[in-house]
T-cell receptor, first 114, second 116 residues
Framework: KQEVTQIPAALSVPEGENLVLNCSFT??????LQWFRQDPGKGLTSLLL?????REQTSGRLNASLDKSSGRSTLYIAASQPGDSATYLC?????????????FGSGTQLTVLP | DTEVTQTPKHLVMGMTNKKSLKCEQH?????MYWYKQKAKKPPELMFV???????INESVPSRFSPECPNSSLLNLHLHALQPEDSALYLC???????????????FGPGTRLTVL
């Protein structure tokens, strides 16, 4: 059964810092990995989707990497801003019987201090 | 347009009430999902519809009854809920077959449900 872990559970940084959020998964047989942002009490906003054949994806100040063989992904946020404060979730889509499902990590709660 | 809408935003109901949650998307997606999310936890999958047919039911109690009237709409009918069912209910959609590798899921804003 796929398990997804995100470390750290919470992170607080001063504005302007570059930071890295980590995601690891136990089964490397995945279709893709998706990073989401969630503000308190709100829905999930899709940030980046990386296919299993890709190594990285970029969108603005965000860069996500994927190392499928080692079961790891990172989300790099450049020049962090207070508006980046939110919970960041990674989720993997598996193959076979679990292909219809996303398996989520527990998230990293990010606070960017002004 | 990558928007999934959900109504109502908030719902308070008693344990004997019957209510429905609604979800709509106009992206031409053919897979739609219901998730339940408790505070400070990741979303838990409840149901998946693929081409308007129920394809996954994650052992959800029968007091939750999903319905997909057409490819754009997804309902969740609620009856005789328990206080522990209070949570944020999220709807999502994705294009094509749910097992496809290019299936990015888009989520709605959720319905905050409180059961008294």
């Amino acid at each position: 059964k796929q398990e997804v872990t995100q470390i750290p559970a919470a992170l607080s940084v001063p504005e302007g810092e570059n930071l890295v959020l980590n995601c690891s998964f136990t089964d490397s047989a995945i279709y893709n990995l998706q990073w989401f942002r969630q503000d308190p009490g709100k829905g999930l906003t899709s940030l980046l989707l990386i296919q299993s054949s890709q190594r990285e994806q970029t969108s603005g100040r965000l860069n996500a990497s994927l190392d499928k063989s080692s079961g790891r992904s990172t989300l790099y946020i450049a020049a962090s801003q207070p508006g980046d404060s939110a919970t960041y979730l990674c989720a993997v889509r598996g193959r076979g019987g679990s292909a219809r499902q996303l398996t989520f990590g527990s998230g990293t709660q990010l606070t960017v201090l002004p | 347009d990558t928007e999934v809408t959900q109504t109502p935003k908030h719902l308070v109901m008693g344990m004997t009430n019957k209510k429905s949650l609604k979800c709509e998307q106009h992206m031409g997606h053919r897979a739609m999902y219901w998730y339940k999310q408790k505070a400070k936890k990741p979303p838990e999958l409840m149901f998946v519809y693929s081409y308007e047919k129920l394809s996954i039911n994650e052992s959800v109690p029968s007091r939750f009854s999903p319905e997909c009237p057409n490819s754009s709409l997804l309902n969740l009918h609620l009856h005789a809920l328990q206080p522990e069912d209070s949570a944020l209910y999220l709807c999502a959609s994705s294009q094509g077959r749910t097992s496809g590798p290019y299936n990015e899921q888009f989520f709605g804003p959720g319905t905050r449900l409180t059961v008294l």
